[in-house]
């Protein structure tokens, strides 16, 4: 395959968005940096408040699940396609839809940076990010979030929320689970993301995506944010 080494990066969809052109630049600059450190990004970007706002007039329109789900999975390639305008020429112009699709990008000789959103129903962008690692053999996934890791329970809605260093996927599967959290729907990470990250050994490191340098941080192995181990 290639010979660049693959990372994957995912990018909440509060990050990229129409409104902020100037972080979305700033995310170019952090991507070519670590795109030129001999990483060969593969960056998936999320859908945001457009998405929502979209799939919430959508189901007052009285639009089905799947058809509100491919609606945001349109935005996220949205958001994608300003991200790859900003990478200037550095990223490859097409955006994946499939795995097929992503497949077919990861063989290119010239070895450009991917960038895409959403795949299909059902499936949140995190699952496409572990997805994205598995099909390229990536053993890392550098989730760019709104907090500055994984906590025990939701950090916007308890004072007394405590930050891990270092989680395995099991015990986060643990306080996914646990109703206390859920109230608040303090979920990173959907089954399916869980499940591939586990079985392809997959590490994942959560940082706080406000500053986009953090992703830079990650990719030079700075233990920032909260490392989750398969």
């Given at each position: 395959?290639?010979?660049?080494?693959?990372?994957?990066?995912?990018?909440?969809?509060?990050?990229?968005?129409?409104?902020?052109?100037?972080?979305?630049?700033?995310?170019?600059?952090?991507?070519?940096?670590?795109?030129?450190?001999?990483?060969?990004?593969?960056?998936?970007?999320?859908?945001?408040?457009?998405?929502?706002?979209?799939?919430?007039?959508?189901?007052?329109?009285?639009?089905?699940?799947?058809?509100?789900?491919?609606?945001?999975?349109?935005?996220?390639?949205?958001?994608?396609?300003?991200?790859?305008?900003?990478?200037?020429?550095?990223?490859?112009?097409?955006?994946?839809?499939?795995?097929?699709?992503l497949l077919k990008a990861y063989e290119d000789p010239s070895e450009r940076i991917i960038v895409m959103g959403g795949l299909q129903p059902g499936q949140s962008t995190n699952a496409v990010s572990a997805i994205a690692a598995e099909v390229s053999g990536?053993?890392?996934?550098?989730?760019?979030?709104?907090?500055?890791?994984?906590?025990?329970?939701?950090?916007?809605?308890?004072?007394?929320?405590?930050?891990?260093?270092?989680?395995?996927?099991?015990?986060?599967?643990?306080?996914?689970?646990?109703?206390?959290?859920?109230?608040?729907?303090?979920?990173?990470?959907?089954?399916?993301?869980?499940?591939?990250?586990?079985?392809?050994?997959?590490?994942?490191?959560?940082?706080?995506?406000?500053?986009?340098?953090?992703?830079?941080?990650?990719?030079?192995?700075?233990?920032?944010?909260?490392?989750?181990?398969?």
């Amino acid at each position: 395959m290639g010979r660049m080494t693959p990372i994957v990066i995912k990018i909440s969809g509060s990050f990229i968005q129409p409104d902020n052109p100037e972080l979305i630049k700033s995310y170019a600059e952090a991507i070519i940096d670590v795109y030129s450190t001999g990483y060969r990004p593969i960056v998936i970007v999320g859908g945001g408040k457009v998405a929502r706002n979209y799939i919430t007039a959508g189901r007052n329109l009285g639009i089905n699940e799947a058809l509100l789900d491919l609606i945001g999975i349109q935005v996220t390639r949205l958001n994608a396609r300003l991200l790859i305008h900003a990478l200037e020429g550095r990223a490859m112009t097409t955006i994946p839809e499939t795995v097929s699709d992503l497949l077919k990008a990861y063989e290119d000789p010239s070895e450009r940076i991917i960038v895409m959103g959403g795949l299909q129903p059902g499936q949140s962008t995190n699952a496409v990010s572990a997805i994205a690692a598995e099909v390229s053999g990536s053993f890392l996934i550098i989730n760019a979030t709104k907090v500055d890791g994984v906590y025990d329970k939701d950090p916007k809605l308890y004072k007394d929320a405590k930050l891990f260093r270092e989680i395995s996927v099991e015990e986060l599967k643990k306080i996914l689970t646990d109703k206390s959290a859920m109230a608040g729907r303090y979920e990173l990470f959907d089954p399916p993301s869980l499940t591939i990250i586990s079985r392809s050994r997959i590490k994942v490191r959560v940082v706080n995506g406000a500053n986009p340098e953090n992703i830079v941080r990650a990719a030079k192995g700075e233990s920032i944010g909260t490392l989750i181990t398969p």
